[in-house]
């Protein structure tokens, strides 16, 4: 069973920086089709970033963090570097996988049978 581990959650004023990272215990994740998805307050969880399988896979972005967020990876680890951040990026953010890899990525659920425990990030004004 993949495990799906996320850490670099925290609090950050607007305009702030801070990097996600996500691990699957025991496993390359590399093969593997990822995602960043958040869910704020009241809110439904909604996809983020996303990143097809290698090391260069095609990445696919929500109009919200558009040119502020970047998606990457390595062998192991999957990123989300977020810049300017602003209070509304404020919510609990978790990490998604499908094993089976893919070409194009979703930022929908339903895309993704593999997801971490969250990590919070707070951005305050």
């Known amino acids: 069973q993949v495990q799906l581990v996320e850490s670099g959650g925290g609090s950050v004023e607007s305009g702030g920086s801070l990097r996600l990272s996500c691990a699957a215990s025991?496993?390359?994740?590399?093969?593997?089709?990822m995602g960043w998805f958040r869910q704020a307050p009241a809110m439904e969880r909604g996809g983020v970033a996303a990143i097809g399988s290698g090391k260069t896979g095609h990445t696919r972005y929500s109009d919200s963090v558009k040119g502020r967020f970047t998606i990457s990876r390595d062998n192991d680890t999957l990123y989300l570097q977020m810049n300017s951040l602003k209070p509304e990026d404020t919510a609990m953010y978790y990490c998604a996988a499908d094993p089976l890899g893919c070409l194009l990525p979703g930022l929908y659920e339903r895309h993704y049978d593999h997801w971490g425990q969250g990590v919070q990030v707070t951005v305050s004004s």
């Open positions: 025991g496993y390359s994740t590399i093969g593997f089709c």
